[in-house]
Nanobody, 128 residues
Framework: QVQLVESGGGLAQAGGSLRLSCAAS????????TGWFRQAPGKEREFVAV????????TYADSVKGRFTISRDNAKNTVYLQMNSLKPEDTAAYYC?????????????????????WGQGTQVIVPS
């Protein structure tokens, strides 16, 4: 089992940037696909980005493509989400999640059902 803890959320102005971190502990010996999801009040949880275990492949939701970048440093057991050009609609609780499925399987249709370990979330607020 992998335990995940998000950090780096907070308040940012529209057009600004934040970098979220997802620190993993526990059974981190093998590579794992890691994704970011977000959930706004009254809204369903939605996929944001996913990265392969080795970090060589990434997939993004259309809503964040070109603005957000997912990356990882496996030596630090950490996955990042760099968020640039933030918009008010990016306001949400952001969650990282680890999957034990293949990257190909996950990216066919990235949903929360494909991820087995979840962090507690970190809040991102972008005022309008």
């Amino acid at each position: 089992q992998v335990q995940l803890v998000e950090s780096g959320g907070g308040l940012a102005q529209a057009g600004g940037s934040l970098r979220l971190s997802c620190a993993a502990s526990g059974r981190t010996d093998s590579s794992y696909v890691t994704g970011w999801f977000r959930q706004a009040p009254g809204k369903e949880r939605e996929f944001v980005a996913v990265i392969s275990g080795g970090g060589g492949r990434t997939t993004y939701a259309d809503s964040v493509k070109g603005r957000f970048t997912i990356s990882r440093d496996n030596a630090k057991n950490t996955v990042y989400l760099q968020m640039n050009s933030l918009k008010p609609e990016d306001t949400a609780a952001y969650y990282c999640a680890a999957s034990y499925r293949s990257y190909t399987d996950i990216t066919y249709r990235p949903t929360s059902a494909g991820f087995g370990s979840w962090g507690q979330g970190t809040q991102v607020i972008v005022p309008s």
